[in-house]
């Protein structure tokens, strides 16, 4: 399957699904203190960049974001795709379409959070792993056994 990604905005229906489906999926593992899902009105926010992943009918099938905290630090938030597209390589398209624009702004980190339960090995873990984030301890912050943090320098 042919698989389309663009800079969209996250102020439209097809996108709150999207949100709404990943959190869904995300609820139960992991506990609710260390939930911080971004909304679409976040997504929507000027530090925050969002690609969305059509289908071959045009129908969106995916979402990933680049949220910059500020002149070097981004992050890597809400990757999704919908059963549908997973294996197809949208997963890998967005988040290199991440990575590029993290480049083009000059960022020299970017950071992924992802949960560190068995859930949570495919995709966001491996994938992570796979793009040669390394692994991102945090003093400043608690994290729970639940989280894990990578980087790419």
């Given amino acids: 399957m042919a698989v389309t990604i663009a800079v969209e905005s996250a102020l439209q229906d097809e996108v709150r699904i999207l949100v709404a489906s990943l959190n869904g999926y995300l609820k139960p593992l992991s506990p ?5 899902q971004l909304t679409a009105e976040q ?3 000027e530090d925050t960049t969002v690609f969305v992943v059509r289908d071959d009918t045009g129908e969106a099938a995916g979402i990933g974001a680049l949220k ?3 002149a070097a630090l981004g992050e890597v938030k809400r990757m999704f795709t919908t059963p549908a597209v997973r294996g197809s390589g949208a997963g890998w398209k967005i988040l290199r379409a991440i990575e590029t624009r993290a480049h083009d702004l000059g960022l020299a980190r970017l950071v992924f959070e992802t949960g560190s339960t068995t859930d949570f090995e495919q995709p966001g873990r491996s994938r992570s792993a796979r793009a040669s984030h390394a692994a991102a301890p945090s003093s400043t912050i608690r994290i729970p056994p639940t989280i894990a943090f990578t980087k790419r320098p």
Avoid at 32 to 36: G, L, M, S, T
């Fill in 32 to 36: 609710p203190e260390f939930q911080f």
């Fill in 68 to 70: 910059v905290h500020d």
């Fill in 43 to 45: 997504m929507a926010d």
